[in-house]
């Protein structure tokens, strides 16, 4: 379908794809201005800045939900909220599958010059992440008690992890699964500006919030409580906005969330599930490798899984910098990949891939040289800032390895190959870093969790780059 696609587009000229104004004038659209026609390197960085800028302040306020559940001096209290987070990014897993797969094929359909379609698999996409997110919440809900222990709950962490799962997983998965899916439509049709100022937006308030609910609202004894309330009416609060940017922009987009425009074509709606699923499974496997290392790791005892917990989150700033890359450049490569133009999709990954691994080697000098200091900032307690700061040191070798892995995976989606992506997702978790992580635990330790990663990545990056290899020479020949 998609080199018949690419076949009739052939005989079109881009240059024809133009869209009405409220004056009644043809202009160019926005997308096509930012994927087809602005000079690559500012066209990454229009794209990518305020995604990196978003996904920053998504983890920065991550990182205030530590850090002001340290201050309380509980590590227990840290380990229970440490749990929840790869149960809270399964969320996060489930809008990808919906909506990096949707926004993905709006960008191809955009490159193809099917504006129509594009706006079916708009409404489409934001329907389908309100059901999915609908069914996970219940899903927690039902499942809480034996999903905390699953995850390594003790005596002493299962109370907090439930009052925060149930305030970010179960009432919030509907806002937060929505207002990524939303986010990533919004980068489909070029204006990852609004996209990145509503979820800037989201993590500044939650940070605004959280002193307010966990020190003056609530209790003393009631910080994790507080902290979920903050998170989840700042994810309420983001999705609004989107909602309000994309009925704003609905007469001159793609863009649109209503019903009566029809459904997809059959073929598209197995596109859009297709070209997610990599994504999605992507960071499932992620979130079950963090469940893992936290359950291998809480036999050592709560205070080295406290310790991890951070570790987990403070390791995650050069990594979301790399995943605002990755998603930011996702509808140009998409884009110009269905316009045939390779050169453009080329030097768009060889750009945004220097980028990721520039930042890269700058957190791999700053976490060496800080280590005890980043884990002083979330608590304050001796003997897990001794472990913390050994496990951060060795933890964050992985830092390119882990963004070059997950760029081919975004690249290969881009492109419409999501069986390849999702085969290099399965290699990297399931296949390698998981089976590792019992492996070098039972050689080495606790220590022997922690360098797993490294390991792991290394292999799997051998393999990504001799599948990218393959795919651009298929690209020359087809």
């Not at 978003?54 to 530590?66: E, K, P, R, S």
């Not at 070029?190 to 800037?200: E, P, W, Y």
């Not at 809480?298 to 080295?304: K, R, T």
């Not at 080329?346 to 080697?361: E, H, K, M, P, Q």
Request: charge should be positive.
């Amino acid at each position: 379908m998609a080199n018949k696609a690419n076949g009739s587009f052939r005989g079109r000229t881009l240059r024809s794809n133009i869209i009405m104004s409220n004056t009644g004038k043809d202009t160019i659209s926005r997308d096509e201005r930012i994927f087809r026609d602005m000079p690559v390197k500012k066209a990454v960085l229009t794209m990518a800045l305020p995604t990196v800028a978003g996904q920053l302040i998504v983890l920065f306020y991550n990182l205030a939900d530590t850090f002001f559940i340290g201050r309380t001096g509980n590590p227990y209290m840290v380990a229970g909220a440490s749990l929840i987070l790869p149960v809270f990014n399964i969320a996060g897993a489930l809008a990808a599958v919906v909506g990096l797969g949707g926004g993905t094929l709006i960008s191809r359909l955009l490159g193809q010059n099917d504006r129509e379609e594009a706006s079916r698999v708009s409404s489409f996409t934001f329907y389908a992440a309100a059901l999915t997110a609908l069914c996970w919440g219940v899903i927690v809900l039902v499942f809480m008690d034996r999903i905390l222990h699953l995850l390594g709950a003790s005596a002493n962490t299962f109370p907090y992890a439930r009052q925060y799962a149930l305030c970010v997983v179960v009432a919030g998965a509907v806002p937060t699964i929505l207002q990524l899916t939303c986010a990533q439509l919004l980068r489909a049709a070029g204006f990852s500006g609004q996209a990145g100022f509503g979820v800037s937006m989201g993590g500044i308030l939650n940070v605004i919030l959280d002193p307010l609910f966990m020190f003056v609202l609530l209790p003393k004894g009631n910080e994790i409580l507080g902290a979920g309330i903050a998170t989840l009416l700042s994810n309420v609060a983001t999705l609004v906005y989107f909602l309000i940017v994309i009925h704003s922009v609905r007469r001159k987009t793609v863009l649109s969330l209503s019903p009566g425009r029809g459904l997809p074509q059959k073929g598209h709606i197995r596109e859009l599930f297709v070209g997610g699923l990599p994504g999605g499974t992507s960071n499932l496997l992620f979130d079950l490798s963090q469940i893992m290392i936290n359950k291998l790791m809480s036999g050592y005892g709560d205070i080295p899984l406290a310790a991890i917990g951070i570790i987990l989150k403070a390791e995650r700033i050069p990594l979301n910098t790399g995943v605002g890359i990755c998603q930011g450049i996702i509808p140009i490569i998409a884009y110009n990949y269905a316009a045939r133009n390779k050169k453009r999709m080329l030097d768009t990954i060889w750009f945004s891939r220097l980028c990721g691994l520039a930042v890269a080697a700058v957190s791999i000098a700053l976490y060496e040289l800080f280590a005890v200091q980043i884990m002083q900032m979330f608590i304050a307690d001796p003997e897990t800032v001794r472990i913390g700061a050994g496990f951060l040191r060795a933890r964050c070798l992985a830092t390119p390895f882990m963004f070059m892995a997950f760029h081919l995976v975004f690249s290969f989606t881009a492109m419409g190959e999501g069986k390849v992506a999702l085969f290099l997702a399965v290699v990297r978790q399931l296949v390698l870093y998981i089976p590792l992580l019992f492996l070098m635990g039972r050689l080495f330790g606790m220590y022997g969790l922690v360098w797993a990663q490294l390991t792991g990545d290394v292999i799997t990056d051998i393999v990504s780059y001799a599948c990218f290899r393959y795919k651009m020479k298929q690209f020359d020949s087809a």
